[in-house]
């Protein structure tokens, strides 16, 4: 399966063109050179050069996947630490500690998860550019 999250690019061994690599759906390098060695039948799409070797190969996060996830996680973020500051916080005139802490973390932790996920993201980009 193609992933979804990576957008795939060579840089042409003949023109130095950057181009999307169409065909690539391995989610590591390695497994692409288990498959295929170190020449990929990957046709450069400004002037038609194959094959490439692996290494002119690179992936980016895909932003239109990306992006729409980590707006999830700030609407996230936004909708709960605003439905737990209306539910335990507003009008409250016994406000505690307990209490700030609690729409605190209403707001962060969707933010947290958020960061972690990009980070895990990232390290997925970082493990198909790993150079062979
Ligand atoms: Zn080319």
């Given at each position: 399966m193609r992933n979804p999250i990576l957008s795939y690019y060579l840089v042409c061994e003949s023109c130095k063109e950057s181009n999307k690599a169409k065909g690539v759906n391995k989610w590591t390098k390695q497994r692409l050179y288990k498959r295929h060695?170190?020449?990929?039948?990957i046709k450069c799409l400004?002037?038609?050069?194959?094959?490439?070797?692996?290494?002119?190969l690179y992936a980016e996060l895909n932003l239109k996947i990306v992006t729409p996830l980590l707006f999830s996680f700030a609407a996230a973020s936004y909708w709960l630490g605003g439905y737990l500051f209306k539910t335990?916080?507003?009008?409250?005139?016994?406000?505690e500690n307990d209490i700030i802490i609690i729409v605190l973390m209403g707001y962060i932790s969707p933010l947290a998860i958020g960061g972690l996920v990009l980070s895990m993201l990232v390290k997925m980009r970082e493990s198909f550019n790993i150079r062979i």
């Open positions: 060695g170190s020449y990929v039948n400004s002037c038609g050069f194959t094959p490439q070797h692996i290494n002119r335990y916080w507003r009008d409250n005139p016994m406000l």
